[in-house]
């Protein structure tokens, strides 16, 4: 493929990177799974895999529901009982702290019965080392990127077939080891040092008439597709932006790496669909 093509392209790609919108519809029309976390003498957490998504500032936000056994008392106004108590919370990936962005309380019929949001004079809370809350951050981990992946194949966002632009550059890339953890990224031996992940909600048709992205040649389904974008705040990589692509219904994600799509394939046996092995905790005070 022509260098100053693969470049070209990328320019294109990163513009639609700076002009997508924030994060929040994504959550709001995903289809919410559930999936139990904690068992408690009187209580049950479950977390809803669908909802992680990253947001600015090295945020990654995440939903959970805790269920009690028996319906319990708000402080301060005895009258309202709560069964259900619904909380976002927001992990800061570099302080390894956390915050409870959103609160509701549900009565046993699911009617919300107190709500609270967060300001910004609230504590972030530091994650303890084997508490239950590193638990819950680590069960939202598992449905992310993050981890040890390898490139398996690359693919052209044009659409056009490999056998038509590969060249000995493009096929060494197959192989190479791509790592994505919060301290760090590494693309082979591109190394990332400050990486910056955020959820982006740039509609399918959006995409596809600024791009002229074909999501069936690439091998995604646009009804569950997934975009991340990844900022590189040092000077690690050229170009500084990528955008990673995740179909729900696939074990593989694609990575735009110098105008191509990387096809990865996860290297650390940490499945974005495995069941996280919390399923039964004592509960520490």
Avoid at 20 to 29: E, H, L, M, T, W
Avoid at 48 to 64: E, K, T, V, Y
Avoid at 247 to 272: A, C, I, N, Q
């Amino acid at each position: 493929m022509n260098k100053t093509k693969r470049h070209t392209s990328w320019f294109v790609i990163a513009g639609l990177l700076l002009l997508a919108g924030p994060i929040g519809a994504r959550a709001q029309s995903a289809k919410e799974s559930w999936q139990r976390v904690y068992t408690g003498e009187d209580s049950v957490i479950e977390f809803n895999s669908s909802s992680p998504r990253f947001a600015p500032g090295n945020i990654l936000r995440a939903d959970f529901r805790t269920v009690l056994s028996k319906s319990e008392s708000i402080s301060g106004q005895p009258q309202l009982k709560y069964k259900t108590r619904l909380e976002t919370i927001d992990f800061k990936l570099n302080e390894r702290r956390y915050q409870f962005f959103e609160i509701a309380l549900l009565d046993s019929s699911g009617k919300v019965i107190q709500k609270r949001v967060a300001n910004e004079s609230d504590e972030w809370r530091l994650l303890k080392p084997g508490g239950i809350t590193e638990k819950l951050f680590d069960s939202v981990c598992v449905t992310t990127p993050l981890g040890a992946w390898r490139v398996v194949d690359y693919r052209f966002a044009d659409g056009v077939a490999k056998g038509d632009q590969a060249t000995p550059e493009l096929d060494k890339l197959i192989g190479v080891n791509v790592h994505l953890h919060i301290e760090r990224a590494e693309v082979g031996d591109k190394v990332c040092r400050s990486p910056a992940f955020q959820d982006k909600d740039a509609t399918h048709d959006e995409t596809l008439r600024r791009l002229g992205l074909d999501w069936k040649s690439l091998g995604v389904r646009a009804e569950s597709v997934r975009t991340i974008n990844v900022k590189c705040e040092d000077s690690g990589w050229q170009p500084p932006q990528s955008l990673l692509i995740k179909d729900s219904s696939s074990e593989e994600m694609l990575m735009l790496w110098d105008g191509v799509f990387l096809v990865l394939k996860r290297t650390d046996g940490s499945g974005l669909h495995r069941t996280p092995e919390i399923q039964t905790l004592k509960r520490r005070p």
